[in-house]
């Protein structure tokens, strides 16, 4: 068995028998771990939340003074009682509207794991992740608290800097990471984007 086969099974088996509905779990737990994401109190949006694993954690982070609220194209029903979920398409011209009256008020942090289907083509991939990935940023104006943070994935590619230097402008900090949940063969990588400068 190759490592990269050996990690994503022990990822898998780990979620299984700790009830995390997705191994992604563990890359917000790497990245919350490591930068503070996510505290008590907090309202989070997670956009691109099915199955789920990421409301999990963020639900634990936020307590029951917090509130997490996931958006998806799937339903996903989560029977947490500080998890909000709606179906939704990012790339709708409504989707800002819908989202500003499910959530009433500007959250503290914004996730998003959003990938579309895979083609296996990677440039049609890319641009696709990225496409829908600036639909989110896009948003942030509208939804983010001035000094909130914001995690988005990213597939590689020549439009990375597109999203980094957008993300530079808004944000006091900026970082571009590969948690170690994440496949070594998988093009992702997450920006992790602190203090909204609103
Ligand atoms: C990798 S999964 C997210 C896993 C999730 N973070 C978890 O922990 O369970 C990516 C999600 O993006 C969603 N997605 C793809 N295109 C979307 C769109 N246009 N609007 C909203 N969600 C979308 C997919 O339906 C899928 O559930």
Known sequence: M????????????????EGYRSRAAYKLIELVKKYG????????IDFGCAPGGWLQVASKYVGS?????????????????NVFTYVLD?????????????????VNVVLSDI???????????????????LKVVDMLPHIL??????????????????????????????????????RKESSELYFVCLSYLG
């Open 90 to 106: 990012v790339s709708l011209p409504n989707a800002l509207d819908v989202v500003k009256e499910c959530v009433l008020s500007e």
């Open 65 to 81: 003074k917090g509130k997490v609220f996931g958006f998806d194209i799937k339903a996903v029903e989560i029977g947490l009682p």
């Open 115 to 133: 990938s579309p289907n895979i083609s296996g083509v990677w440039e049609v991939d890319h641009t696709k992740q990225i496409d829908l990935t």
């Open 37 to 44: 994401l996510i505290r008590p109190g907090d309202y989070v």
């Open 145 to 182: 608290k001035p000094g909130g943070h914001c995690l988005l994935k990213v597939f590689q590619g020549p439009y990375l800097d597109l999203v980094r230097s957008r993300l530079n402008s808004i944000f006091e900090e900026v970082y571009l990471t590969k948690p170690s949940a994440s």
């Open 2 to 17: 190759k490592l990269s086969q050996a990690r994503r099974d022990f990822y898998r088996r780990k979620a299984r028998e």
